[in-house]
Structures are given as C-alpha cells and as structure tokens.
C-alpha cells in the first residue's frame, strides 16, 4: 500500500471516527432505505465449507426478515487469495442501491495489518454495520490427543504433524504460532480455500492437526468428537475485562492456549514471542467477523442495516439460536462496531515486527 503506515493508521483512525459519529446521528435521525422487491448479495471471501459461511448463513435469514421491504439475501462465496482476492473485488466496488453487504474474518485483517503486498484494500474506506467476535478450537486425533500429561503437551513434540493452511498470513498465524511455541513439529500445507477444507482434510486423515473458528466447530468438529474421531487439544481462549487470556465462553470445559502454554516447560507465557501471538489473537478472534457496506455508503443505508441487526440482536430467542450456531461472543453496532474494527485492525509495531521476521524466517514469506 502507498501510504505509510503512521499515516494510514491517523487515516483511518480519522475516518473511522467519522463513521462512528455519522452512524450515531444517522441512527437518530435517518430515514432509512427501501429494500422491497430487491436481492442483497452477502459476499463472503472463502469457501462455502468454513465458519464464515457458517456465521453468513445464520445471519442472512435474519437480516431479511429485519430490513425493509423484506429482501432476499443471498449468500456469495467468492474464496482465493486466503480472502484477499474478494476483498480487493468489494474494494472496486462504489455503493449503488444498499443490495451488496461484504463479510470479512481475521484472514482478511491479517494480510492487511502485515502489509502484504497483494492488498488492495483499505478498511477506512468500508462502512462497518456488524461485528461479531469468536473463538477458536485446536483438535487432534484421539491417539495423539492421549499422549498429552494432562496440559502438557511435551509429549508430542516427538510427532510430526500435517496441516492444511490458508496460508501463514492468515489467520493460520495464530494457530502456526502457538504450535511452534509448544515446540511441535507442524507442516503446514498451503493453499486451502477455507478453513472447513482444512476440516476435511483431517477427516480424510490427510492432516493431523486441525483447528476450526467456533461457529464451524460446533457444527463440523463436535460430531467427530462425539463419534470418537478428533478430541479437542486447547481453545485460543477469550479476552477478559481486563486485557488477560481467560477461558472461552463457549468452550468453558477446555484449556485454552495460556493454560497448556503454562504447563509445557518449552513455552513460555512471557516476552516478545508472547505479546505477539497475543496481540495478533486479539486482533484476530474477538473482532473475528464483520459485515461492511461499500465506500460511498449513503447515510440511509448505514442507519438501514445498523438498524436491522440491532433488530436481529434484540429478538428474544436470539441468544438461544446465536449460542449453538456461532457460540457465546459478543455482536456489536454502532459504536462497538467501530471500536471493534478499530482493534481488530491495529496491532503494536514490536508485534508486527516480530511475526514479520518470524514469517520470512520459518516460512520464507517476504513482506516487502
């Protein structure tokens, strides 16, 4: 990307303080639009197998019944690129008539917070109207799984495992990076249009390792532990009120990472290696999933769709149907919203420095 990056983030902290405000009045105060008659097309940048189509395909019935006019809303998947050929697409795209709404994840964020190079796409730019956190699950194959002494997992350092990546500037990172700081011995192999594709992977007993986002492991992986297939390894955790690791909401009975880290004498839960993987964990799973409108975005249209999730959130039974579809995490608006998209698209420079270095180190991936 051309602008610095001091200068893209005062940019894009500007703009989205902007939005935030324009939001806020447009909510009080706007008119809204009329979808009747019309189709809105949810872009989501992956594959139809993983937990963002998972998360878009719970949310798409909801939101048609809460916009105006009742619209049809359909869900695209345009993978490739680990999300950084879709995102650059909706990046070309000028709003027209409030009929595309565009879904994001971490594996976009990364690319854009590392300065790949084949990012095109800037998030000042988009209009946020949804964000939704989440968490992740690493799994194992029962064998492997019982080799562990109860949180530490020195045992398998002696194993050898696969395991189908997106690619180590995605969110994969965050999992690649865990792994190495346990001191196990993963290959990753590169290029799978989406996590589900990774799941599919393990159950053909082409991978060894696996680890799905909440939504895509409630519904992929828990039939698998229930029939004796996979055993789940560790959760990445949650972020707790005060900026501590604690223990994933949905998942309440599994260890997270800190846990295992902290009980495996090869990993350490202190230093730079520490407060990076932490670092791009926050920006990666608490501001996980996001729903955006195009640059240009009227008014009407953002106080439209702020208004209608805030309609979805609001239905009484949505708790109960959000907790088995996409887990217990926060879904944000407004406000939330922006400070969310805000986290999750910003990370310190020493982290950033260190995963740069770690990526051109053990993956031979050149960021420059």
């Not at 893209?8 to 979808?35: E, N, Y």
């Not at 590169?190 to 082409?206: H, P, T, V, Y």
Request: aromatic letters at 12%; proline letters at 6%.
């Amino acid at each position: 990307m051309n602008l610095s990056e001091t200068t893209r983030r005062v940019a894009f902290s500007a703009a989205t303080s902007v939005l935030a405000s324009f939001a806020t009045q447009g909510v009080a105060g706007g008119h809204g639009i009329d979808l009747a008659g019309k189709t809105v097309d949810f872009v989501i940048p992956f594959s139809e197998s993983g937990g963002s189509a998972k998360w878009a395909n719970f949310y798409a019935p909801l939101l048609s019944e809460a916009l105006p006019g009742n619209p049809t809303v359909v869900v695209k998947f345009m993978p490739g690129a680990g999300s950084t050929k879709g995102a650059n697409w909706f990046q070309e795209q000028a709003y027209n008539d409030g009929t595309l709404i565009f879904g994001t994840s971490g594996s976009t964020q990364f690319p854009y917070l590392l300065g790949d190079p084949r990012v095109r796409y800037e998030y000042g730019d988009w209009n946020v109207v949804l964000a939704s956190g989440t968490g992740g699950v690493a799994y194992l194959p029962p064998d492997l799984a019982s080799k562990m002494d109860g949180l530490d997992a020195t045992a398998l350092q002696s194993e050898n495992f696969i395991y189908g990546s997106q690619g180590a500037t995605r969110l994969d990172l965050v999992p690649l990076l865990a792994w190495e700081m346990l001191g196990l011995n993963v290959e990753p192999v590169f290029g799978i249009k989406g996590r589900g594709d990774g799941r599919l992977m393990f159950e053909r007993g082409e991978a060894n390792i696996d680890y799905q986002t909440s939504s895509s492991y409630l519904k992929g992986v828990t039939p698998l532990v229930e029939a004796g297939t996979a055993m789940p390894m560790m959760t990445w955790g949650a972020l707790g009120e005060n900026g501590e690791i604690v223990r994933d909401p949905t998942f309440p009975d599994m260890p997270t990472f800190k846990e295992v880290c902290d009980a495996t004498p090869a990993c350490e839960t202190s230093g730079e290696q520490w407060e990076a993987w932490k670092a791009f964990f926050v920006a990666g799973f608490p501001a996980q999933k996001m729903v955006f409108l195009p640059n240009g975005a009227s008014e009407d249209a953002i106080v439209t769709y702020t208004k209608a999730f805030d309609e979805v959130l609001a239905r009484n039974d949505f708790a109960e149907i959000s907790a088995s579809r996409l887990g217990v995490y926060p879904q944000m608006t407004g406000d939330a919203a922006q400070a969310t998209l805000a986290q999750g698209t910003q990370v310190p420079d020493e982290a950033k420095a260190f995963v740069v270095n770690w990526l051109s180190e053990r993956y031979g991936v050149t960021l420059n």
